[in-house]
């Protein structure tokens, strides 16, 4: 077994859920000849996350973010504010959808779904640019 790994850095986003599929799939084809096996991505960030959902219709992101303000929305008391009022919000939101996916790769190439889309789930009103480590194994 190979693996290879690089590291990607993802432009600053506003809060929501952000389709980053296609940065992925650029990154991918950097690497060396892959013909299967597993993609691994990790976020190394606490208030942020990355799930796999619909990517054709925009309103799906809308309504993740609608969602998941509603159930850990800023109104609430927290005793952790040091960094604004968004961040444990944000923290819980990244602790609910997780920090990383595993994506098989067939012939070279991530073998989602006809409607699935990578994910950046953009926690913070300034959360800045994400960094994500892109894990190869074949």
Do not use: C
Request: proline share 3%; hydrophobic share 35%; glycine share 8%.
């Amino acid at each position: 077994m190979a693996i290879k790994q690089k590291m990607i850095t993802l432009a600053p986003r506003s809060r929501g859920f952000h389709l980053i599929t296609q940065e992925i799939e650029q990154a991918l084809n950097t690497f060396s000849t892959i013909e299967n096996g597993l993609l691994h991505l990790f976020i190394k960030h606490t208030s942020a996350s990355l799930t796999i959902n619909e990517n054709a219709d925009p309103t799906v992101r809308d309504d993740m973010e609608n969602f998941f303000n509603d159930i850990a929305n800023e109104k609430h008391y927290y005793i952790h504010t040091y960094e604004g009022t968004d961040d444990m919000p944000a923290h819980i939101k990244s602790s609910l959808l997780g920090n990383s996916l595993t994506i098989p790769l067939t012939n070279g190439k991530m073998n989602l779904g006809t409607w699935q889309g990578i994910y950046l789930g953009e926690h913070r009103e300034y959360g800045g640019s994400r960094k994500v480590v892109m894990t190869i194994y074949s």
